[in-house]
């Protein structure tokens, strides 16, 4: 009994020994799974607080990158308010989700932009082309109806190289033209930089020529005439110019004058007398029976005129037969440029006086010329 007591009891003791072993081991798990959630939930709201911060950084810089790219958008459209392009813009900045994303709306508001200015300047253009006249061109607002309808750069460059717009504008600065020109009527105009005399028929074949930039920047300038008569030397003047010669007068002592223009209305050699001698000698030997003669000749042909501006008088005043006179003196300039050029032989003393008309306003500078010289127009 004793025995079985003290076996009981020992089985006893057992047990609270192993239930306390048990116990102060379930006492540790709960410890330490109680420390590990403590960590866990530290290092998680650790975690937790630096994502937070991220995230409120990350909404901060979002927000800011969204008030400077409207910002940046207004001042882009600044010339153009009223665009609905430009609520646009500010709406899908406003919902944009990323800086990336925020940026790609700035870049292409900015090509939008830049597209808009291109086409304003292309139109302008146009309109500075016409000039006063884009208003009376229904092609050229036809074109730029179209440009204003382009949706790229690339559309409104296809369209300028399929249009005709040069050649439209330059119809209407000709027909201006014609209507503002006398064609018997004389005008100065710069060619190269110099004042050059044309009439309207001359003014317009010419204008015709040119190009479009060309015709807008052309001063033409109506010319009233004074007829002037000059004496030129032969080595100033070369051959004798003709009627209807357009000529430049230069002052050899001042070249950097510009030249006067004009136009031959007539000209004249300077003649006085007229004479021309020559002598021919000839000799033959004669032998007979011996004896030598020798015989010589001497012919000589002489042409004298004497006081041929008095011939000319007396053919007028019917003393002398007039066709007669014309069958020898008629054209006797031209002979004389002709007779010269074939021959190269030139009379440094030949004279001519010249009738020509120069603007009425050129007429002191011509008359303070101390050394004159021609050059005739081709």
């Known amino acids: 009994m004793a025995n079985s007591f003290s076996d009981k009891l020992k089985k006893i003791k057992a047990r609270s020994k192993r239930l306390s072993r048990e116990k102060s081991k379930i006492i540790s798990y709960i410890i330490i799974v109680i420390i590990s959630i403590m960590l866990v939930s530290f290092v998680a709201y650790n975690i937790y607080q630096m994502e937070m911060k991220k995230y409120i950084e990350s909404n901060k810089k979002l927000e800011e990158a969204k008030n400077t790219a409207i910002n940046n958008i207004k001042q882009m459209f600044s010339k153009y308010p009223d665009d609905p392009r430009l609520k646009v813009y500010i709406t899908n900045i406003e919902n944009s989700d990323s800086i990336e994303e925020i940026n790609k709306i700035v870049n292409d508001a900015a090509k939008y932009i830049e597209f808009r200015k291109y086409k304003e300047r292309v139109i302008e253009s146009i309109k500075q082309m016409y000039g006063k006249y884009y208003s009376k061109s229904l092609y050229a607002q036809y074109i730029v109806n179209k440009i204003e309808k382009a949706n790229s750069i690339e559309e409104i460059d296809s369209i300028l190289k399929n249009s005709n717009i040069e050649e439209n504008a330059k119809i209407y600065y000709l027909k201006s033209i014609e209507n503002s020109v006398d064609l018997n009527e004389y005008y ?94 000839t000799s033959s030997t004669l032998n007979e029976d011996g004896d030598t003669t020798t015989l010589s000749t001497t012919s000589d042909i002489e042409y004298s005129l004497e006081n041929v501006p008095g011939v000319i008088y007396a053919t007028a005043a019917g003393k002398l037969d007039y066709n007669k006179i014309i069958s020898k003196f008629g054209r006797y300039g031209e002979k004389f440029n002709k007779i010269t050029s074939d021959t190269q032989i030139f009379d440094e003393n030949a004279k001519y006086l010249l009738i020509v008309s120069i603007p009425s306003d050129t007429i002191p500078k011509l008359l303070s010329i101390k050394d004159m010289y021609i050059v005739r127009v081709e």
């Open 188 to 281: 100065a105009i710069l060619v190269f930089g110099k004042k050059t005399l044309i009439s309207g028929k001359e003014l317009i074949d010419y204008v015709k020529k040119l190009s479009l930039a060309d015709i807008k920047n052309l001063t033409i300038v109506p010319v009233s005439f004074n007829k002037v008569a000059i004496v030129v030397p032969a080595t100033h003047c070369g051959k004798i110019p003709f009627e209807g010669s357009k000529i430049e007068i230069y002052d050899k002592g001042n070249l950097s004058m510009e030249p006067i223009p004009g136009m031959v209305d007539s000209a004249y050699v300077i003649v006085g007398n007229i004479k021309y001698k020559e002598s021919k000698s």
